[in-house]
């Protein structure tokens, strides 16, 4: 069983900065070098969608209204993975969930934490 706890979300003005953190509580070790990671948000009235993803092989990908402003990133030891969002607007407010997914022996495993509330205003 996996259980994912986000942090950092909150009030920023247009323009500034914020580091998301998804904390994995789990028996497996490096959890990340095992699963494929993600950054998903979801604003009000909207359907959720993918921002970011790093696969268990490091390899990053983003979706083209973040690209050059927002940075995946795992560190493999504290069983943490971040994102990294810079130059903030207002249509990156949302509630922002991490998920851990991976298929293996045919069974699909997949986990979300909780969510964590960014808002963008002056």
């Known amino acids: 069983q996996v259980q994912l706890v986000e942090s950092g979300g909150g009030l920023v003005q247009p323009g500034g900065s914020l580091r998301l953190s998804c904390e994995a509580s789990?028996?497996?070790?490096?959890?990340?070098?095992?699963?494929?990671g993600a950054w998903y948000r979801q604003a009000p009235g909207k359907q959720r969608e993918l921002v970011a993803i790093i696969t268990k092989r490091g390899s990053t990908n983003y979706t083209d209204s973040v690209k050059g402003r927002f940075i995946i990133s795992r560190d493999n030891a504290q069983n943490t993975m971040y994102l990294q969002m810079n130059s903030l607007t207002s249509e990156d407010t949302a509630v922002y969930y991490c998920?851990?997914?991976?298929?293996?022996?045919?069974?699909?495993?997949?986990?979300w934490g909780q969510g964590t509330q960014v808002t963008v205003s002056s």
């Open positions: 998920n851990l997914e991976r298929t293996w022996m045919g069974r699909k495993y997949d986990y």
């Open positions: 789990s028996r497996i070790v490096s959890i990340f070098s095992i699963y494929d």
